[in-house]
């Protein structure tokens, strides 16, 4: 006899991800996990945007490639 149990995902109700340099006032939610996605407007009045040259920017390709670190 087989017998398969599924699991259900966790909820994501109650979660964000907050997106560094988004202008204020947007969202979005990202396809693949249905996550919302904001702008940080709403929980810093610091720090400022800029761009900066890709030497300075380096992929973490076991990170999504969204992920980057700056040095």
């Not at 964000?16 to 947007?26: A, M, Q, R, V």
């Not at 929980?43 to 390709?61: C, K, L, M, W």
Request: with cysteine; glycine share 8%.
């Amino acid at each position: 006899v087989l017998q398969v149990r599924g699991q259900r995902a966790p909820s994501i109700e109650g979660f964000i991800t907050i997106d560094c340099g988004l202008p204020k006032h947007s969202s979005y939610v990202n396809n693949r996990t249905k996550i919302p996605i904001t702008s940080d407007a709403g929980f810093t009045d610091a720090g400022y945007n800029h761009n900066i040259s890709t030497e300075y920017v380096r992929p973490q390709p076991q990170l999504s490639k969204n992920y980057l670190n700056v040095r």
